[in-house]
T-cell receptor
Framework: KNEVEQSPQNLTAQEGEFITINCSYS?????LHWLQQHPGGGIVSLFM???GKKKHGRLIATINIQEKHSSLHITASHPRDSAVYIC??????????FGTGTRLAVRP | DAGVTQSPTHLIKTRGQQVTLRCSPK?????VSWYQQALGQGPQFIFQ???????QRGNFPDRFSGHQFPNYSSELNVNALLLGDSALYLC?????????FGQGTRLTVV
């Protein structure tokens, strides 16, 4: 079993829909990252969380430390949101352990 | 600030050759980590450098080695390349509060 599990693996949505991507982890962490990766490879850090909730534009990230679970929400989704979204946890030292990602396609 | 920069962006090598990938961290970041991302997979941790020393290492063979320079830039070296080493190699630099990733180097071994 992977230390970081994401669901769903693939997600297709219509423009304007509310989207939720989930991340569960099994190790103790000091922080959790939500990352966005577009075709071509470059990764952009969206959020780094250690507790509670963060919001940036149409993106909201929450984390429940007790339940070892985090969610990434996208409100009013747009085709430009199409990407792979990756959850990564910071555990021992500064090492990041990544989930396998959620591939999101938003159709116009 | 250019953020994290990696070079080269793409590279093709032959089995058995050696390769060196380079990373310049974001200004102010002293910790550099390297990751390997195979196609369709999440990145896997290779190793991390801090103060010119390897601080942590993932489950990669000794063919993978690295270095960090006094200006915090870093190199990843892979010897005796195998076809299975073909992947996107990502560099990340971090402080206590943030992490930034480079665009990656796509290595193809033929």
């Amino acid at each position: 079993k992977n230390e970081v599990e994401q669901s769903p693996q693939n997600l297709t949505a219509q423009e304007g829909e509310f989207i939720t991507i989930n991340c569960s982890y099994s190790v103790g962490i000091s922080a959790l990252h939500w990352l966005q990766q577009h075709p071509g490879g470059g990764i952009v850090s969206l959020f780094m969380l250690s507790s509670g909730k963060k919001k940036h534009g149409r993106l909201i990230a929450t984390i429940n430390i007790q339940e070892k679970h985090s969610s990434l929400h996208i409100t009013a989704s747009h085709p430009r949101d199409s990407a792979v979204y990756i959850c990564a946890v910071k555990s021992s030292g500064d090492k990041l352990t990544f989930g396998t990602g959620t591939r999101l396609a938003v159709r116009p | 600030d250019a953020g994290v920069t990696q070079s080269p962006t793409h590279l093709i090598k032959t089995r058995g050759q050696q390769v060196t990938l380079r990373c310049s961290p974001k200004s102010g970041h002293d910790t550099v980590s390297w990751y390997q991302q195979a196609l369709g997979q999440g990145p896997q941790f290779i190793f991390q450098y801090y103060e010119e020393e390897e601080r942590q290492r993932g489950n990669f063979p000794d063919r993978f080695s690295g270095h960090q320079f006094p200006n915090y830039s870093s190199e990843l070296n892979v010897n005796a390349l195998l076809l299975g080493d073909s992947a996107l190699y990502l560099c990340a630099s971090s402080s206590h509060t943030e992490a930034f990733f480079g665009q990656g180097t796509r290595l193809t071994v033929v």
